[in-house]
Each structure stands twice: as C-alpha cells, then as structure tokens.
C-alpha cells in the first residue's frame, strides 16, 4: 500500500526514499505520520482480511488456515507486480496473527510499542514484537500450527530486516521522527 500511496499522492515512487522500502515507516518518514498510521493500518487489515475471507469461505482447518496466512505475507513481502520486491510483512504478519489468536496479537502490539518508545527504533521494535508472539500462542494454548506459522513470519521478518540489523550495529539506523533525504 505504500508504494501506491506514495505514486498516487506525491507522483513518486517511495522505493528512492529514506530506506527504499515501501511500508509505513518509510512512508512516515518521506510523507508524515497520518500516512504512515494509514498504510499501517491498511497493511494490517490486508493480512486478516484473508483469513476472515477463507473463514467466511467456510476454512476452519488451523493447518490451512496457517498456510493462507503465511502466502498472504510472502504476497506482500514479493509482489508480482513489484518485481518480487515489497516490504518487510510487519503489518500484514500482525494482521494474519490476529486472526490466529487476536490476544496474541494485540500484546504482540505491546511489545512493539514498548520495545519502540524505549529504543526509539521501529526496525528492532518489529522483529522483537514479532518474535515474541509465537511464544503468547504458546502460552494460549493455541494449535501448533499458528505458532510455527507466527515463528515462520517472526523469521521472515528478521531476514528481511538484515540491512537494519547491520545499522543497528553500526549505530547508523534511523530513529523514530527523523525524516528521510
């Protein structure tokens, strides 16, 4: 969505700003905050949408459930029509976890902001966040087929994150509020 937000609203396209990336910190960063809650949002609603679609559709297998949740990430992660190049899947991950188990999700959220208020950097709010939730599914009870899909995309949202994990090291990594150039 950030991508098409961007190319839509300023004429551009994000992938020459900031970090290259076409989720909502980036759009954040190159257009401000309501756009980046926006994408946000969106790329979210994009990741439970699917399942509520296949659970409507009358799926209610937890191993195909997973299954769909995990395409609905690597769908966002590597578009066709991006050339295989999308964003990281914090969002559409968050979005499909809540249709695993919506409390695993939401404290997941907790994680996050805490991890971000205390750190300042989005990048290690994400993957720690997203890598705590395998471990509330577990404490839920939740079928094993949710949890090592959540630890699938806890995973994949760390690899996706190496070029962050590299600032992060460097001490070159963006914090919140700093626009891009």
């Known amino acids: 969505m950030g991508y ?54 009358g799926v209610s297998s937890p191993q195909l459930l997973s299954l769909l949740g ?38 997941g959220g907790v994680v996050w902001y805490c991890v971000m208020k205390v750190s300042r950097y989005v990048s290690l709010a994400s993957m720690i966040s997203l890598a705590s939730t395998p471990i509330w599914l577990k404490l839920f009870g939740a079928d094993i087929s949710y949890i090592v899909a959540s630890s699938f995309l806890a995973f994949l949202t760390i690899v996706r994150h190496h070029a962050n994990i590299r600032r992060l090291l460097a001490g070159t990594e963006h914090k919140v509020g700093e626009r891009a150039t």
């Open 70 to 107: 995990v395409v609905a990430v690597l769908g966002h992660n590597f578009p066709v029509w991006l050339k295989f190049k999308g964003g990281k899947g914090v969002a559409t991950s968050f979005g499909v976890i809540f249709m695993f188990y919506p409390l695993a999700s939401i404290l």
């Open 4 to 57: 098409l937000v961007v190319k839509l609203v300023k004429g551009d396209d994000i992938r020459k700003y900031g970090s290259g990336n076409i989720g909502a910190t980036n759009v954040g960063r190159v257009m401000g905050k309501k756009w980046a809650i926006a994408v946000g949002i969106f790329d979210i609603t994009k990741g439970g949408l699917a399942l509520l679609i296949a659970r409507v559709l």
